[in-house]
Nanobody, 120 residues
Framework: VQLVESGGGLVQPGGSLRVSCAAS????????MGWYRQPPGKERELVASIRSGGRPNYADSVKGRFTISRDNAKNTVYLQMNSLKPDDTAVYYC???????????????WGKGTLVTVSS
């Protein structure tokens, strides 16, 4: 299974950006998908996650500004980021808990990350 992120880049404070993550491979089902981020010199942290049939979960620092959504038909998760701040600058990583079809097993997969820079 592969997770490929896209949509990162440079944005001014107060601006918006949407990052996407598409999963591909021998997928039976995707149990949960989410976004983590790692700011320069800091630990990786959870930004938002969403389980199948469940409510989204957000870090306090992004509540009201970020929205996570899924397109199950495309095995894709999105993160819409509004009112961006310089503190949001980080490498954003996609994460997914996937039931792989062949052979059947549960995997916790990560993308390679996409850089989001918030700066004027």
């Amino acid at each position: 299974v592969q997770l490929v992120e896209s949509g990162g880049g440079l944005v001014q404070p107060g601006g918006s950006l949407r990052v996407s993550c598409a999963a591909s491979g021998s997928i039976f089902s995707i149990n949960a998908m989410g976004w983590y981020r790692q700011p320069p010199g800091k630990e990786r942290e959870l930004v938002a996650s969403i389980r199948s049939g469940g409510r989204p979960n957000y870090a306090d620092s992004v509540k009201g500004r970020f929205t996570i959504s899924r397109d199950n038909a495309k095995n894709t998760v999105y993160l819409q980021m509004n009112s961006l701040k310089p503190d949001d600058t980080a490498v954003y990583y996609c994460n997914a808990l996937i039931t792989v079809a062949t052979p059947v097993r549960l995997e916790n997969d990560w993308g390679k990350g996409t850089l989001v820079t918030v700066s004027s």
